[in-house]
């Protein structure tokens, strides 16, 4: 008897996008549509909790219906519901959740609550199909920095996290200390390319693996407030870009060394930053590890 193909329609709400794929078998994707507020959260320069959740509102439907078409498929074709369920915005999560629910009850069909972060980690399945647990993945976003061991597909252990702010948060805070526009991450780095590291800038160490973006994120504003007009802005981003990225990817090496893992991930919203790409590449080729990392 031929297996069927499974076909799982995917639901995303937690921030400021809303999204929605079909995915055959885990890691064929047959469409990705995504709705992005970028232009209406610029203008307050974040993220506003009760606008993201009015768009997803307004929105999920006809994200939905154009997901299914991009696959070529209907409602009937599709044998579970996948959403994100947390951790995010409890308003905008719930819009997501509502709809999925409603969904897979009408179809009656299997409902599937899915960990935003353990997704972030999984779209690697997607990239490389080839890639099976168990790996280190260094888990990088505007709300965690995490390093979770991944046993199996759905077994994860926190080797290590951030004690006060996220790598993400950092970057959006030193973006508008430097008077650039939201999303900061991107800016930051872009500023960054034309700038040199020559700012001293804090590095964090623990007894154990946990990172903190606190101090370094002090140290950027009270530099920025002592310089004044004499800051140079893209010296100040590639020295904060630099650091940051270092600990990171030095923290990242040492755990796989002491753990004897062969295998790293990068994962999360701030895994699109070149520097950090560039440099857990160069790392973990001069260990002889295997780097994957997300389109």
Do not use: W
């Not at 999560?93 to 997704?119: D, E, F, Q, R």
């Not at 200390?177 to 930051?188: D, F, M, T």
Request: net charge negative; charged share 25%.
């Amino acid at each position: 008897m031929e297996e069927k193909n499974i076909k799982i329609l995917a639901i995303e709400s937690s921030c400021d996008e809303t999204a929605a794929a079909v995915v055959e078998n885990g890691r064929k994707v047959l469409s990705n549509v995504i709705s992005t507020q970028i232009d209406i959260h610029t203008l307050y320069g974040g993220v506003v909790p009760e606008i993201a959740s009015r768009k997803h509102l307004e929105r999920i439907n006809q994200v939905v219906k154009e997901a299914l078409k991009q696959a070529s498929v209907t409602l009937e074709d599709i044998d579970a519901v996948a959403v994100t369920y947390g951790p995010g915005l409890v308003g905008a999560l719930l819009v997501g959740v509502a709809y999925a629910k409603s969904l897979a009850y009408a179809l009656n069909i299997p409902i599937v609550p899915t960990n935003h972060m353990h997704g972030h980690i999984a779209a690697n399945y997607i990239s490389y199909p080839e890639l099976k647990p168990p790996f280190l993945s260094l888990v990088v976003s505007g709300g965690h920095t995490n390093l979770v061991y991944v046993e199996d597909y759905t077994k994860f252990k926190m080797i290590a996290k951030t004690r006060d702010d996220a790598v993400g948060e950092a970057f959006d805070k030193v973006a508008r200390v430097l008077g650039l526009p939201y999303p900061g991450g991107p800016e930051v780095s872009k500023l960054a390319s034309s700038g040199k590291n020559t700012y001293k800038l804090p590095k964090t160490k623990f007894d154990n693996y946990d990172f903190s973006f606190s101090g370094i994120k002090t140290a950027v504003i009270n530099l920025a407030h002592k310089e004044g007009e004499n800051l140079r802005k893209e010296d100040l981003a590639c020295s904060f870009e630099t650091t940051v990225c270092e600990e990171l990817v030095d923290t990242t090496i040492t755990v796989m060394k002491d753990m004897n893992l062969k295998e790293v991930v990068l994962a999360g919203g701030v895994s699109a930053n070149s520097y950090l790409r560039k440099l857990l590449k160069q790392k973990a080729d001069e260990n002889n590890f295997k780097v994957y990392m997300p389109e």
